[in-house]
C-alpha cells in the first residue's frame, strides 16, 4: 500500500487497531486508549480522502482494482463518488463519537469485546460505501450483522435476545436474496470465462439484461435494501433493536447502518436494472409515502422516548426512498442530503436519550419533565437536535426534505396519480412530525422537576465534546448547503440518467 491507496489505508486502519488491543486485552482504559486513536487516525483518513475528491465529477474516483478470484471475474475493486464520499466521512465522525462517548463509563463490562466489535463493524460500513464488485460489496454488507448482533445482544437492554434474534433474521433473510439476485447477475453478465461481478462492467453490459430478468432481479435487490433501511412493511425490526441497542450501538444503528440500504438503491438497484425501476416505481413511490405518514403517527402515540425516535426513523428514510424514486435530480440530491442528515440528527438524538437515561434511568417521557429547568445545557442540544429533525429552515434537515418534496410535486408517471397527489401527501410528514417532536420536547423539557432529578448534573465535557462536531454540522449544512450539494449532484445525474435511460440536466 502506499498514501495513493487512500481507499484501502480506510478498511485497513481499523484492523490495524485490533492488534495493540489484543496486547491490551485486559486493561479496559487501554482498550478505550487504542479505540480512540484508531478511530480518530481513521476520521483524519476519510478527510484526506475528501480534500483528494475532485468536485464536479460524476463517476467514481480513487479507484483500486485488483483481481482477487480471477477465475471467477470477482475483483478487490473500490472507489467513491459524490453519493459515497460523504457517508464514509459520516460513518468515520459517528463511529469515533461513539467510541468516545462509551468511554466515559456507558460500557464497563467486557470492554475489549465491545472495542473490538466496533473496529470490526466499522471495517463492514466503510467497505459496503467503497465496494464497487458486487461480491465484495455483499462481504462488506454481511460483515456488518455480526459485530451490530454482539453489540445488541451482549451490551444491550432486558430484551436483547429477543431483538437480536428479530435483527439477524429480518437482516439475513434480506441478505440471502440479494445474494441470489447477485449470482443471478453473475450468470447474465457474459458467457463463462467473461463474467464479472464489476459495477463499471455491468453498467456496460446491462443492455443484454432481460426485462423479466431485470423485474425479478431488481425486487431481490429491493428487498434486501428495504429491509435494511428500513421500509414498510419490514420495518418492525427497527424499534426493537434500536431500544434494546446500547446508546453508541443506537448511534450507528440510526446514522450509519440505514443509509446502506438507500446507498444499495442508487449504486446498484437503479444503474443495473432500469426497467425493473420503472417496474417497481408506483409500489415504491406508495411505500416510501406510507412510511412517511405511519412513521409519523406511530411516533406521535410512543410512550418510551427511544422508540419514539426510533420510530421517526421510518418517516424520515421514507423520505429518502421518496426522493430516490421519483427519478428526479432535485429528489435523487435531497435524499443523498436527507441520509447525511438523519444520520447526524437522529444520531446526535440517540445520543442525548442516552445520556440522559444513563443520569435518571428513565426512558418512558411520562417519567421525565422538568428538564430544563436543571439541564440548560442538555436543553439546548436537544432542542436544536429536535428542530432540526423536524425540518426547521436553517438547519440540516430542512434542505433534504425539501428537495425531495420538490422532486415528488415534479414526479409524472406515465399512469397512476402523480406528484399533485403524492406531494401533498408527503408534506403531510412534515406537519406530523412537528406535532409530535414539539409535544415529546414539552414534555420531556418543561413542567414540574421530579424531585429525584434535582441533584442530577449536566452535560459533562466529554458529552459536550461528543454532541459539538454534530450540532455544528447540524448548522453549517442547513445554512450553507451549497458545497455538499454541489458534491452530490453530479453523481446522482449519472445514476438518475441510467435509470431513465436519458441524459439529465445538471440544474
Not at 250 to 274: H, M, Q, T
Not at 313 to 336: C, E, K
Amino acid at each position: 500500500m502506499s498514501p495513493s491507496n487512500i481507499l484501502t489505508i480506510l478498511i485497513v486502519i481499523p484492523l490495524l487497531g485490533l492488534i495493540p488491543l489484543v496486547v491490551f486485552w485486559r486493561s479496559r482504559r487501554a482498550a478505550y486508549q487504542v479505540a480512540i486513536v484508531t478511530t480518530a487516525v481513521e476520521f483524519v483518513a476519510s478527510l484526506v480522502m475528501l480534500a483528494r475528491f475532485k468536485v464536479g465529477e460524476a463517476g467514481f474516483q480513487m479507484v483500486e482494482s485488483a483481481p482477487w478470484l480471477p477465475s471467477f471475474g470477482i475483483r478487490y475493486e473500490l472507489g467513491v463518488d459524490g453519493i459515497s464520499v460523504l457517508l464514509v466521512v459520516m460513518t468515520t465522525l459517528l463511529t469515533l463519537i461513539s467510541v468516545v462517548y462509551s468511554s466515559g463509563g456507558a460500557i464497563k463490562e467486557r470492554v475489549s469485546e465491545f472495542v473490538a466489535a466496533f473496529l470490526l463493524l466499522e471495517v463492514g460500513m466503510v467497505g459496503v460505501f467503497l465496494a464497487l464488485d458486487l461480491f465484495l460489496f455483499y462481504i462488506f454488507f454481511e460483515l456488518m450483522l455480526i459485530p451490530m448482533y454482539l453489540i445488541i445482544g451482549i451490551w444491550g437492554g432486558q430484551r436483547r435476545v429477543y431483538a437480536t434474534l428479530k435483527f439477524v433474521l429480518f437482516t439475513l433473510a434480506g441478505s440471502l436474496l440479494m445474494l441470489v439476485g447477485i449470482i443471478a447477475v453473475y450468470i447474465a453478465s457474459g458467457a463463462p470465462g467473461d463474467r464479472t461481478l464489476s459495477l463499471p462492467l455491468l453498467i456496460e453490459r446491462r443492455a443484454s439484461f432481460a426485462l423479466e430478468f431485470q423485474v425479478w432481479v431488481f425486487l431481490a435487490f429491493a428487498l434486501a435494501f428495504g429491509i435494511k433501511m428500513p421500509m414498510v412493511p419490514v420495518h418492525t425490526w427497527l424499534p426493537d433493536a434500536h431500544v434494546e441497542a446500547p446508546t453508541a450501538g443506537s448511534i450507528i444503528l440510526a446514522g450509519v447502518l440505514l443509509k446502506a440500504g438507500g446507498y444499495g438503491f442508487l449504486r446498484f438497484a437503479l444503474p443495473l436494472f432500469p426497467y425493473g425501476t420503472q417496474f417497481w416505481l408506483p409500489v415504491l413511490i406508495f411505500l416510501s409515502v406510507v412510511a412517511i405518514v405511519y412513521g409519523a403517527i406511530v411516533s406521535a402515540v410512543q410512550k418510551d422516548l427511544k422508540k419514539l425516535v426510533a420510530y421517526s426513523s421510518v418517516a424520515h428514510m421514507g423520505f429518502v426512498t421518496l426522493g430516490i424514486f421519483v427519478l428526479d435530480l432535485q429528489g435523487g440530491v435531497g435524499a443523498t442530503l436527507q441520509m447525511l442528515n438523519h444520520g447526524i440528527v437522529t444520531g446526535a438524538l440517540f445520543l442525548l436519550v442516552g445520556i440522559q437515561y444513563e443520569k435518571t434511568h428513565r426512558r418512558l417521557i411520562a417519567d421525565l419533565g422538568g428538564l430544563a429547568n436543571r439541564w440548560p445545557l442538555y436543553t439546548v442540544f436537544f432542542g436544536v437536535f429536535t428542530l432540526a429533525s423536524l425540518g426547521l429552515p436553517g438547519l440540516n434537515g430542512f434542505v433534504g426534505e425539501f428537495l425531495v418534496l420538490l422532486g415528488a410535486f415534479s414526479f409524472n408517471p406515465p399512469t397512476g396519480p402523480g406528484g399533485l397527489f403524492w406531494g401533498p401527501v408527503a408534506a403531510i410528514g412534515v406537519i406530523l412530525a412537528a406535532v409530535y417532536l414539539l409535544w415529546m420536547f414539552q414534555r420531556v423539557m418543561f413542567g414540574t422537576v421530579r424531585e429525584a432529578y434535582r441533584a442530577l448534573p449536566d452535560l459533562s465535557p466529554l458529552e459536550v465534546a461528543c454532541a459539538v462536531p454534530l450540532l455544528a454540522l447540524t448548522v453549517v449544512m442547513g445554512v450553507f448547503p451549497q458545497p455538499f450539494i454541489a458534491i452530490i449532484e453530479p453523481s446522482v445525474a449519472r445514476v438518475i440518467a441510467l435509470a431513465t435511460g436519458g441524459a439529465v440536466a445538471i440544474r
